[in-house]
């Protein structure tokens, strides 16, 4: 079931870097100023070469696909900074870390987790309201583990490797606007095999396992632009081409499912504050199986 909760906590957690990452690169709020102090008074340029964007959410998961049930939540952040190498090219790095735990109630167990990990890539403006991304990183992961009501007791490390791409316009009107986004984002991880234990003593060698998702994503946000204040209602459809796991290793025969489609459905604000923007952002999960968790989170970014 570890499968399903990491691709669940992956997605928010890729969500909230790459927004926070396009938030650090874009530099909305930043106003033309004079170059330097000798520059002649109409050389104006874009003030903001880089940027700084901070982000952090939780995440709630839930579900019992043929009957394999299991709860879990996230807390999980990102800090992205941005430098503008051209008028139409920013690179991004990103620092990303997320602490989790839950119960595992078809084994009477519990998962704990906890990760850190690094992302960086580029932003292409490609028209006034139409970018394109690509991001690509690793994060690893430790994770303890127990089943039978902590009879029995694991810990291992994992690996996952992360790339995202993402095209992102936005359409504009006097009083609304409409951002629209599609992509394709890859994520696998390698969990280490290891030993359990019961009372102290090794109980069970358990296989390395791990997942491959290739996952397809399109994005849909209408919104009006207020004073100072910009509320929105935002709706998100993913479509897993392929995915690859390894629930054999661990549940033998019977497996639970592979989920090929989910969604999100969100309300947010961005707010004028302290000369940046602040985002605060909710939503609910569902998919194949009917509702799948909750999630929220801030943002908060500024171009200098």
């Known amino acids: 079931m570890q499968s399903r909760i990491d691709q669940a906590v992956a997605t928010s957690l890729i969500d909230t870097t790459a927004i926070t990452a396009r938030d650090a690169a874009l530099f909305d709020l930043c106003q033309n100023y004079l170059g330097h102090a000798n520059a002649d008074a109409k050389a104006l340029r874009d003030p903001c070469e880089w940027g700084i964007s901070l982000g952090g959410g939780?995440?709630?998961?839930?579900?019992?696909?043929?009957?394999?049930?299991?709860?879990?939540?996230?807390?999980?952040?990102?800090?992205?900074?941005?430098?503008?190498?051209?008028?139409?090219?920013?690179?991004?790095?990103?620092?990303?870390?997320?602490?989790?735990?839950?119960?595992?109630?078809?084994?009477?167990?519990?998962?704990?987790?906890?990760?850190?990990?690094?992302?960086?890539?580029?932003?292409?403006?490609?028209?006034?309201?139409?970018?394109?991304?690509?991001?690509?990183?690793?994060?690893?992961?430790?994770?303890?583990?127990?089943?039978?009501?902590?009879?029995?007791?694991?810990?291992?490390?994992?690996?996952?490797?992360?790339?995202?791409?993402?095209?992102?316009?936005?359409?504009?009107?006097?009083?609304?606007?409409?951002?629209?986004?599609?992509?394709?984002?890859?994520?696998?991880?390698?969990?280490?095999?290891?030993?359990?234990?019961?009372?102290?003593?090794?109980?069970?060698?358990?296989?390395?396992?791990?997942?491959?998702?290739?996952?397809?994503l399109a994005d849909l946000k209408l919104g009006t632009k207020l004073p100072g204040l910009t509320p929105y209602v935002q709706a998100t459809g993913y479509v897993n081409f392929l995915e690859n796991t390894d629930f054999a290793a661990s549940f033998g025969a019977v497996t639970p499912e592979d989920q090929q489609i989910s969604g999100r459905l969100g309300i947010g604000a961005d707010i004028e504050f302290l000369s940046g923007k602040l985002s605060l952002v909710a939503g609910v999960f569902g998919g194949e199986d009917g509702f799948q968790g909750a999630d929220g989170g801030f943002k908060f970014s500024k171009g200098f």
């Open 58 to 216: 939780v995440r709630y998961v839930e579900g019992s696909p043929n009957g394999f049930g299991f709860d879990f939540t996230s807390v999980f952040g990102s800090l992205a900074i941005a430098h503008k190498i051209s008028p139409n090219v920013t690179v991004v790095a990103s620092l990303i870390a997320e602490h989790g735990n839950g119960d595992l109630d078809y084994n009477k167990g519990t998962l704990d987790n906890r990760g850190v990990g690094g992302l960086a890539g580029v932003i292409v403006k490609l028209h006034d309201t139409l970018d394109f991304s690509v991001l690509g990183g690793a994060e690893w992961l430790n994770y303890r583990t127990t089943r039978s009501g902590g009879t029995y007791r694991g810990e291992y490390d994992a690996m996952r490797y992360i790339v995202d791409a993402q095209l992102q316009g936005t359409l504009n009107s006097a009083n609304y606007f409409i951002a629209y986004g599609t992509g394709l984002r890859y994520i696998r991880q390698d969990n280490d095999a290891y030993q359990e234990y019961s009372g102290g003593s090794p109980f069970a060698a358990v296989p390395g396992s791990g997942f491959t998702v290739l996952t397809g």
